[in-house]
């Protein structure tokens, strides 16, 4: 059972536009959520977190806003830039170990 | 230097053999991960360790055993490699955190790239 879920296995974007990845779960006691960016040949980097206690958090050009009852939250870049073309990665989480990972969505940005 | 690293990045190796992929942190964080990524699956837990002493089994621990030598060492061994453990292996290392931000947040090494033929 895929408790994180990321229906978009790829998105193409052209630069300077918003870039929407989503992410939906299906464990209601997730309380906390990250995003994570991963380039070919290297480890996943943390990108942005929120908790369950938020449903928005921003961080320069990254925002994530998270809707509880939809058990849903997405990943906003604005404005979107070539840089930004990696894979993203959603993870869930409750308690204070176990990261739940998504299957991840490939994000290209056109110049 | 990184803060996490991997050995080997890369590995060949045949069906039957032992192998081992280790890690090293310089973060000082207690908690320790690894993971596989197959194309198309994303991340999965096989291992993780709240401290040399507390080593606890993921989601696909069959195959597969650990040892936590440090805390800054975490080490994982397949000891007989079959071919569908042919993946990307990560290695993570975590602070203990409060609810906030950077909650649980995990840093990555670089990887490993493990083939079994």
């Given at each position: 059972d895929q408790q994180v879920k990321q229906n978009s296995p790829s998105l193409s974007v052209?630069?300077?536009?918003?870039?929407?990845?989503?992410?939906?779960y299906t464990n209601s006691m997730f309380d906390y959520f990250l995003w994570y960016k991963k380039y070919p040949a290297e480890g996943p980097t943390f990108l942005i977190s929120i908790s369950s206690i938020k449903d928005k958090n921003e961080?320069?050009?990254?925002?994530?806003?998270?809707?509880?009852?939809?058990?849903?939250?997405?990943?906003?870049?604005?404005?979107?830039?070539?840089?930004?073309?990696?894979?993203?990665?959603?993870?869930?989480?409750?308690?204070?170990?176990?990261?739940?990972?998504?299957?991840?969505?490939?994000?290209?940005v056109i110049p | 230097d990184a803060d996490v690293t991997q050995t080997p990045r890369n590995r060949i190796t045949k069906t039957g053999k032992r192998i081992m992929l280790e890690c090293s942190q310089?973060?000082?964080?207690?908690?320790?991960?690894?993971?596989?990524?197959?194309?198309?699956?994303?991340?999965r837990l096989i291992y993780y360790s709240f401290d040399v002493k507390d080593i606890n089994k993921g989601e696909i621990s069959d195959g597969y055993s650990v040892s936590r030598q440090a805390q800054a060492k975490f080490s994982l061994s397949l000891e007989s490699a079959i071919p569908n453990q042919t993946a990307l292996y990560f290695c993570?290392?975590?602070?203990?955190?409060?609810?906030?931000?950077?909650?649980?947040?995990?840093?990555?090494?670089?990887?490993?790239?493990?083939?079994?033929?």
């Open positions: 052209q630069e300077g536009r918003i870039s929407i990845l989503n992410c939906d961080d320069g050009r990254f925002t994530v806003f998270l809707n509880k009852s939809a058990k849903h939250l997405s990943l906003h870049i604005v404005p979107s830039q070539p840089g930004d073309s990696a894979v993203y990665f959603c993870a869930s989480g409750a308690g204070s170990y176990q990261l739940t990972f998504g299957k991840g969505t490939k994000l290209s | 310089t973060k000082g964080h207690d908690r320790m991960y690894w993971y596989r990524q197959d194309p198309g699956l994303g991340l993570a290392t975590s602070d203990v955190r409060g609810i906030g931000s950077s909650y649980n947040e995990q840093f990555f090494g670089p990887g490993t790239r493990l083939t079994v033929l």
